[in-house]
Nanobody, 125 residues
Framework: QVVVATAGGGSVQSGGSRNLTCVASRDTLKSYCIGWFRQGPHGDGRVGVGALYTDEARIEYHAFAKGRFTISVDDARAFVYLQMDNLQPEDTGMYYC?????????????????WGRGTLVTVSS
């Protein structure tokens, strides 16, 4: 059974850092990909932040995340982390961990089929 839960949200000042954790089941690490998404405060659609393609051991990032955000995996715990550095107010939003079993571009919301509950990150200027 694939289960995901997201933790680590909170408030941070501009330029600060935050580390989010996706707590996954062992089966989750065998899925096609595990992705991080965010949704802005105005109710826009979920935007892919980055994704781990498990079979390929490849990580892909959205352009806005490159150089600031880092995805890593703790296989023993089945945790997937999103380390976010140099956060800016425009990074404010609800962050989600999600899983896809079917393939495709894992930065696209519709590709993902299992979602964890979001965790809120607020960046103040």
């Amino acid at each position: 059974q694939v289960v995901v839960a997201t933790a680590g949200g909170g408030s941070v000042q501009s330029g600060g850092s935050r580390n989010l954790t996706c707590v996954a089941s062992r089966d989750t690490l065998k899925s096609y990909c595990i992705g991080w998404f965010r949704q802005g405060p105005h109710g826009d659609g979920r935007v892919g932040v980055g994704a781990l393609y498990t079979d390929e051991a490849r990580i892909e990032y959205h352009a806005f995340a490159k150089g600031r955000f880092t995805i890593s995996v703790d296989d023993a715990r089945a945790f997937v982390y999103l380390q976010m550095d140099n956060l800016q107010p425009e990074d404010t939003g609800m962050y989600y961990c999600a899983v896809s079993h079917g393939g495709g571009n894992c930065l696209i919301e519709s590709v993902m089929d299992v979602w964890g509950r979001g965790t809120l990150v607020t960046v103040s200027s």
